[in-house]
């Protein structure tokens, strides 16, 4: 069985241990290295790693600037954002400095795996591609229809799902399962990120 690296760097040493248990559940051969810090990350983790979780309230160099500290040290390994601050200009940030994705620690413990499964296979910005067995719990489409397009384009203009409602004359779980599916398209885990995503691909103005 192959083995896979995971460098947790998170100063909550409560969610360090909650997000190993999920990760040592559901990834097969998942091997977890944890720290507090950038310091510590450096001093005790093994030379081979295969993907690095950051979060970027730590303490010393905080993980925006440290995203740029770990490439200097394992420079082929992508780094993936994980906080609770997904802020547009944060998600935009990160993704600048280097990081491969941006995940929200607000999605539910199916996305984050999904999406770390997906950086492994070396998917970091492709919207058409499948997940593997289990990834997901709803099915990519390989493009958006007209309506789904409406809704990401009133979703980049920071309407809430009830405002987008009330303006497409459309249920809110209709809209709700119009963003999960945008959410999807764009392989992203927040309407911060797929905002940000959908501009930088010229989906929108």
């Known amino acids: 069985m192959t083995t896979t690296n995971i460098l947790l760097i998170d100063d909550h040493a409560m969610f360090r241990s909650g997000l190993r248990m999920v990760l040592n ?9 944890e720290a507090g810090s950038l310091v510590e990350a450096t001093q005790d983790a093994p030379e081979t790693i295969d993907v690095i979780l950051l979060d970027i309230n730590l303490p010393g160099l905080n993980g925006l600037d440290g ?17 609770s601050q997904d802020g547009p200009e944060t998600v935009r940030d990160a993704l600048a400095r280097g ?7 607000a999605d539910t413990a199916d996305r984050i795996v999904a999406l770390l499964n997906r950086v492994l296979r070396g998917e970091y910005n492709a919207p058409e591609n499948q997940p593997g067995d289990g990834d997901e ?29 009330r303006r497409l004359a459309l249920s809110e779980n209709t809209v709700r399962g ?28």
């Not at 559940?25 to 290295?33: C, S, T």
């Not at 959410?183 to 010229?202: D, I, M, N, Q």
């Open 178 to 205: 119009h963003v999960q599916a945008i959410l999807g398209f764009l392989e992203v885990s927040s309407r911060t990120e797929a905002a940000f995503a959908a501009r930088r691909r010229g989906l929108v103005g």
């Open 25 to 33: 559940a559901r990834m097969e051969g998942a091997e977890i290295f």
């Open 137 to 165: 719990v709803l099915p990519i489409p390989l493009h958006l229809t007209p309506r789904q397009c409406e809704v990401l384009d009133l979703l980049c203009q920071g309407m809430s799902n009830k405002l987008i409602a």
């Open 99 to 105: 990081a491969v994705r941006f995940i929200s620690k």
């Open 67 to 83: 995203i740029a500290f770990l490439k200097r040290k394992w420079p082929q390994v992508p780094v993936v954002v994980l906080s």
